[in-house]
């Protein structure tokens, strides 16, 4: 089991606010598991006792639309936290946090979080303004969907994943996803998803090795209106 203290996760999320010795009391007490692809992490509506730390794989929170139907809300990768805003709140969760890929997650108990959000200030400072940063990007998506086509909104998609995740060996995005997962991300029908997809290879925008996408031109994706 990895130790807090020395782990390289801390750095990209609010533990690194943290001091060594509060870092070596989480360790003491946290527990690591391994979440399968497709796996729940925890459910919308849920009371959380504690939060996640994600050391690897991607997950995505997405949040039941009145249709029944999921809207992804954002895409979870290795260093972030899950579940700070619920504990802080004290409220149950607002979304669903699902596995993309097998991943590995620390849960550290909400005691230990609290404590810590009571005693450091640069703790709590830095935890706020990562929730701000949430907010900020949720002020943009509701934009994007109100302003943008989905063709645009699809090619922003794929360019972020490509900045964001990276690429495999082949050139194809490290991301897998489906195309119901495309449609959930963009906020539009699967069947239009996959046709715009189908559209972006016509024009030469992507390539597709199977199930994986490969972005073959990134400035054409870029100048898409």
Not at 36 to 61: A, H, P, Q, S, T
Not at 118 to 124: C, V
Not at 174 to 191: K, P
Not at 196 to 215: A, D
């Amino acid at each position: 089991m990895s130790k807090c203290e020395s782990c390289i996760i801390k750095q990209f999320n609010s533990l690194k606010s943290l001091s060594k010795e509060e870092l070596i009391r989480i360790s003491a007490c946290k527990t690591s598991r391994t979440v399968k692809k497709g796996e729940i992490i925890f459910d919308e509506g849920e009371m959380l006792n504690g939060v996640f730390c994600v050391r690897e794989g991607i997950g995505k929170l997405t949040k039941l639309s009145a249709n029944g139907k999921d809207q992804t809300v954002t895409l979870v990768v290795k260093g972030e936290l899950l579940g700070q805003r619920s504990i802080i709140s004290d409220e149950r969760t607002n979304l669903r946090a699902t596995a993309l890929n097998d991943m590995e997650l620390c849960f550290i108990p909400k005691s230990e979080i609290m404590k810590d959000l009571n005693n450091n200030p640069n703790f709590t400072l830095d935890l706020l303004k990562r929730m701000a940063l949430d907010l900020k990007e949720a002020d943009n998506v509701i934009v994007n969907m109100a302003q943008k086509s989905v063709r645009q909104r699809l090619a922003e998609a794929l360019l972020n994943i490509n900045e964001s995740f990276g690429t495999n060996a082949d050139g194809t995005l490290s991301v897998l996803l489906s195309r119901e997962d495309f449609a959930s991300i963009v906020g539009t029908a699967t069947e239009s998803a996959i046709r715009v997809l189908s559209q972006f290879k016509k024009e030469g925008l992507i390539s597709t090795v199977g199930k994986k996408i490969k972005v073959e031109n990134l400035d054409g994706l870029r100048r898409i209106e």
